[in-house]
């Protein structure tokens, strides 16, 4: 049995940006950051953003 999903919407940016890192197939997850960055006025494919997540890890 699968452990259930986190509530994405009640995420901070930090959170959710965290979560992504770690469960870089979520699609539900990945949809709710891009729908938070859009709505910041930020745009991109998700490609980008996979991309700028990617560059975040390899930073650390």
């Known amino acids: 049995m699968s452990q259930p999903k986190p509530n ?3 995420m901070t940016m930090k959170d959710l940006r965290e979560y ?3 469960h870089r ?4 997850a ?3 950051m891009a729908i ?3 709505n910041q006025g930020k745009t991109g494919t998700v490609e980008e953003f996979l991309e700028h997540i990617k560059q975040q890890t390899q930073e650390r």
């Open 25 to 28: 197939d979520d699609e539900d």
């Open 36 to 38: 938070r960055l859009r």
């Open 30 to 32: 990945i949809h709710t």
């Open 8 to 10: 994405f919407e009640q």
């Open 20 to 22: 992504i890192l770690g």
